[in-house]
């Protein structure tokens, strides 16, 4: 049989778990479990896949599975509701869905917001499960030509976004980038092993925590925003949830539909590179989005361009990174780690022979992937309506509650007290550079690179023998690496070029 | 206060920290402190720029920059909202390794919530209670994440 009509043969034996009624059952399950984790802060994607594994203990393989995937797809997605509507992203997938969303809700449209994310949290996860039915094996084999110069260049082309998510002033967007660069730096060198900035705490050893950070940097200034706004409630109180069909906002992705494809592609493409995650597809193609639309100006204003291509993007890197989960048995980012562990639970080995003798659970599991996509946008919208009679409590009621979610939630990564005392000590980092009118995006962003950026550009000095001009050769003789020296180089002169602009501007 | 003020503020508190963290830095082996070094190095520029920003514009007269006329009395300060919340929550976090938990998160609950303006006494019980018992439900029996225990209870 030719690979093609393999490859159909093998989807419509899998299909056949559309037919099994417990299918339907554990995908309603795992979705409203998968959005409750993500709109709550502090609980992540890994820690709901990973708490949920021993449910599927006594259940089929496929159906295991299919449940692991709708907790994740459904979780990624759920955060932009929490990012949106209180301005705390609810997974480190929805950070840069903040730069747009609470300003459409302060616009009023609030509606529209939640509703454009969940249709393109849906078409990108979609997007991405195609991407993982037709071209895994050819996707897989493009993931495994990233080595260390690769990666250390995609993480300094991560980094020169940072200078474009801070138009404002270029200075405090590099300066939040470099504090958030450093925070990634505490713990343990990756080659050295040597512990720095750890001041002896056995908690630090490993580093501090994305989902800590990012629960302290926001809601502890959003909960003082609160309390000092009482009155007028600030976002809170000009959000609008109308009864109305949120399914007139849909024109909106007829409008962006091109904008959606390619967020698309650039969230599978950056799941399908290892150790890149949600989070980095949502600001790259938030970047590409700013960069390429005729009118820049408006994002990180409620531009509705800039939650399209940051809710697309991070739901498609969810197809993408079981690419190589599934191929090869690399995780693409920690959820798919712990992906690793359920599939080796049910007996599954991951490799080619996955998609040959375990066929039909392969192409089932995938196929559960499409409807989980799909289920989750009625949750979604039920979630969201209710979620706003919910945020507009009382402040003496709102206050309270956020907190002890924020307490609880940093404290259940690690079981660790030290991680309350971190999140509180960054709130109050958060607090101060809100007040000073420093973005806190570049921060978490320099986080989620800094650990990926140092650790790759050692290992690329060491495959050099620590010459400098062998690397810069070797960054310019393989063509992934030049393909990203490019985009570097492209995306430091347009900010460049921005800055002279806005200086001239200024001057006349 | 001005932006212009906060951006002097700020670049002055960025350059002492980015000073300390290069300072830190020389404690540890050349191979280990290159990345931190070079990156306290290169905030230590950036909050020099912002700085020197911020005081064209004060100088420009842009802004006045009149020192701390009005020192707010230190009940104003008691009143502060980041005040009250990093009192709280520190509070809280003191009182979770003493009274564990559960007793903490209800004592911060309620004492929120009456600062806050809830006066009904029947109110803020029921309500610490029940939100209190569904963190409980959620965390510890849905998700099983075992809760921090105090040393006396």
């Known amino acids: 049989m030719k690979g093609g009509d393999l490859i159909l043969s093998n989807i419509v034996t899998g299909a056949a778990i559309l037919l099994k009624p417990e299918l339907y059952i554990v995908l309603f399950f795992g979705v409203w479990a998968g959005v409750f984790i993500g709109v709550l802060p502090g609980l992540s994607s890994t820690m709901g896949v990973a708490l949920l594994i021993p449910v599927t203990f006594g259940m089929e393989p496929s159906m295991g599975l299919a449940m692991l995937g709708a907790i994740y797809?459904?979780?990624?997605?759920?955060?932009?509701?929490?990012?949106?509507?209180?301005?705390?992203?609810?997974?480190?997938?929805?950070i840069a869905t903040l730069l747009d969303g609470p300003a459409l809700v302060r616009k009023g449209e609030a509606t529209r917001a939640?509703?454009?994310a969940t249709f393109v949290s849906a078409i990108g996860g979609i997007l991405s499960a195609f991407a993982l039915l037709f071209l895994a094996p050819p996707l897989a084999m493009f993931s495994l030509r990233f080595g260390a110069s690769e990666y250390f260049l995609l993480a300094l082309f991560g980094i020169t976004i940072i200078a474009s998510l801070s138009e404002e002033s270029i200075e405090k967007g590099l300066i939040a980038?470099?504090?958030?660069?450093?925070?990634?730096?505490?713990?343990?060198?990756?080659?050295?092993?040597?512990f720095r900035f750890s001041f002896g705490e056995p908690y630090l050893y490993e580093g501090i925590p994305v989902i800590v950070a990012m629960i302290g940097l926001y809601s502890i200034p959003e909960v003082i925003d609160l309390m000092t706004d009482k009155k007028h409630r600030g976002n809170i109180g000009d959000m609008r949830y109308e009864s109305g069909n949120p399914f007139r906002h849909?024109?909106?992705?007829i409008k962006h539909r091109w904008l959606v494809l390619r967020s698309s592609i650039i969230g599978i493409i950056i799941g399908i590179i290892p150790g890149a995650g949600c989070s980095i597809g949502g600001f790259v193609s938030y970047d590409f989005a700013k960069k390429s639309s005729k009118h820049p100006e408006r994002f990180g204003k409620g531009a509705i361009e800039g939650i399209i291509a940051s809710e697309t993007a991070n739901n498609a890197v969810t197809g993408?990174?079981?690419?190589?989960?599934?191929t090869l048995g690399i995780p693409g980012n920690a959820v798919t780690a712990v992906f690793l562990?359920?599939?080796?639970?049910?007996?599954?080995?991951?490799?080619?022979?996955?998609?040959?003798?375990?066929s039909v659970i392969t192409y089932g599991f995938i196929i559960s992937l499409f409807l989980s996509n799909l289920l989750f946008v009625p949750v979604g919208f039920i979630t969201a309506k209710y979620g706003i009679k919910i945020i507009k409590a009382p402040v003496s009621l709102l206050a309270p509650l956020i907190m002890s979610l924020a307490v609880i939630g940093s404290y259940s990564i690690r079981s660790s007290v030290v991680d309350v005392w971190l999140m509180i000590g960054l709130g109050f980092i958060g607090f101060i550079m809100h007040r000073c009118s420093v973005p806190r995006a570049p921060m978490v962003l320099g986080l989620v690179l800094g650990s990926?950026?140092?650790?790759?550009?050692?290992?690329a000095m060491a495959l050099v023998h620590g010459s400098a001009p062998a690397l810069l050769l070797r960054f310019l003789s393989r063509p992934i690496s030049l393909i990203l020296v490019c985009l570097v180089i492209f995306s430091i002169g347009q900010a460049i070029y921005r800055q002279i602009r806005k200086s001239k501007e200024q001057l006349y | 206060m001005d932006n212009f003020k906060k951006d002097l503020y700020f670049a002055a508190a960025t350059f002492v920290c980015s000073a300390l963290i290069a300072w830190q830095s020389f404690n540890y082996p050349v191979r280990s402190a290159i990345f931190p070094r070079s990156l306290s190095l290169l905030l230590l520029g950036l909050s020099l720029i912002l700085f020197v920003r911020g005081w064209r514009a004060v100088s420009k007269g842009k802004v006045e920059m009149e020192g701390a006329k009005h020192r707010p009395a230190i009940w104003t300060i008691a009143k502060n909202p980041a005040f009250i919340l990093f009192n709280a929550l520190v509070l809280y976090i003191l009182g979770i390794h003493y009274v564990g938990y559960l007793t903490s998160t209800a004592v911060f609950i309620g004492t929120t919530m009456f600062i806050l303006g809830q006066r009904n006494p029947l109110s803020v019980i029921a309500l610490t209670l029940f939100f209190t018992a569904l963190l409980y439900y959620v965390f510890s029996r849905l998700l099983g994440v075992p809760l921090p225990v105090g040393l006396l209870f």
């Open chain 1, 320 to 326: 993408g990174s079981l690419v190589p989960l599934l």
């Open chain 1, 114 to 116: 939640v509703a454009v």
């Open chain 1, 177 to 194: 980038g470099c504090f958030g660069l450093l925070l990634a730096v505490v713990g343990m060198h990756p080659l050295t092993g040597y």
């Open chain 1, 250 to 253: 849909f024109k909106d992705l």
């Open chain 1, 341 to 358: 562990g359920g599939l080796m639970i049910h007996g599954l080995r991951p490799g080619i022979a996955l998609f040959e003798k375990n």
């Open chain 1, 73 to 94: 797809v459904a979780s990624t997605y759920a955060g932009a509701i929490s990012a949106i509507l209180i301005n705390i992203p609810g997974t480190s997938a929805s």
């Open chain 1, 452 to 459: 990926m950026a140092e650790a790759e550009l050692a290992r």
